[in-house]
């Protein structure tokens, strides 16, 4: 479990696929993993990963072709950064929303603009993810948890705006997103379970 509240920006070091296994990344980070143990849990710009090897200032994971097929594919790539944050510890404050490192689609940049020392993002979300997003409501955009300021449904999925305030500018790799970028998106899992609620609702009422 995390909070979407990122805490370091990591660089792909490697990204080597061996032979009849996933992919491994190598990534390096400024977090003392003295205190990170093998099998913990990372999320890597929103996908929550277990680490498998560390060394000084790196750490190792495993990727799933699966993983890979249902996230942003540059992720992956050797110089990419990684939003990181370490899993939520019981009694950690919950800075964020409740996010659980498990993405729900891929989404792109359509603009990312600066308006009064902020950076605006307009983003395109699929038809599946729509009905889960609303103003003012959070969502999780490439591990960072953000408010949406307003939705605009379309005929291809919906449009969403959010704020990027220069602290998380600066602390997170959505400083430097760009039109055409693709992001992975997690939906407030509060927003999934009412609308589960509701399916279930209407089958009880037909």
Not at 35 to 45: E, K, L, P, T, W
Not at 113 to 133: H, Q, R, W, Y
Not at 164 to 185: D, F, K, S
């Amino acid at each position: 479990m995390f909070t979407g509240i990122i805490t370091d920006i990591g660089h792909v070091a490697s990204a080597t696929t061996r032979a009849g296994a996933d992919l491994r990344l190598e990534i390096d980070t400024a977090y003392d993993l003295s205190g990170v143990a093998i099998g913990a849990s990372i999320a890597c710009s929103g996908v929550c990963l277990t680490v498998v090897g560390k060394a000084a200032g790196r750490f190792a994971v495993d990727v799933s072709g699966e993983t890979i097929s249902r996230t942003a594919i540059a992720m992956w790539e050797p110089g990419a950064r990684l939003n990181l944050e370490r899993a939520l510890k019981v009694g950690d404050e919950l800075g964020g929303h409740i996010v659980t490192g498990h993405v729900d689609a891929v989404g792109s940049i359509i603009a990312a603009d600066k308006v009064a020392g902020s950076l605006a993002l307009v983003v395109d979300a699929p038809p599946g993810l729509a009905p889960f997003i609303a103003a003012k409501g959070s969502i999780c955009v490439d591990g960072v948890s953000l408010t949406v300021n307003s939705i605009t449904d379309t005929a291809a999925g919906a449009h969403f705006t959010c704020n990027i305030i220069p602290h998380t500018a600066e602390w997170t790799n959505l400083g430097a997103a760009a039109p055409g970028r693709e992001v992975n998106l997690e939906i407030d899992v509060l927003a999934r379970y009412l609308q589960r609620m509701e399916q279930a609702r209407q089958r009880n009422v037909n």
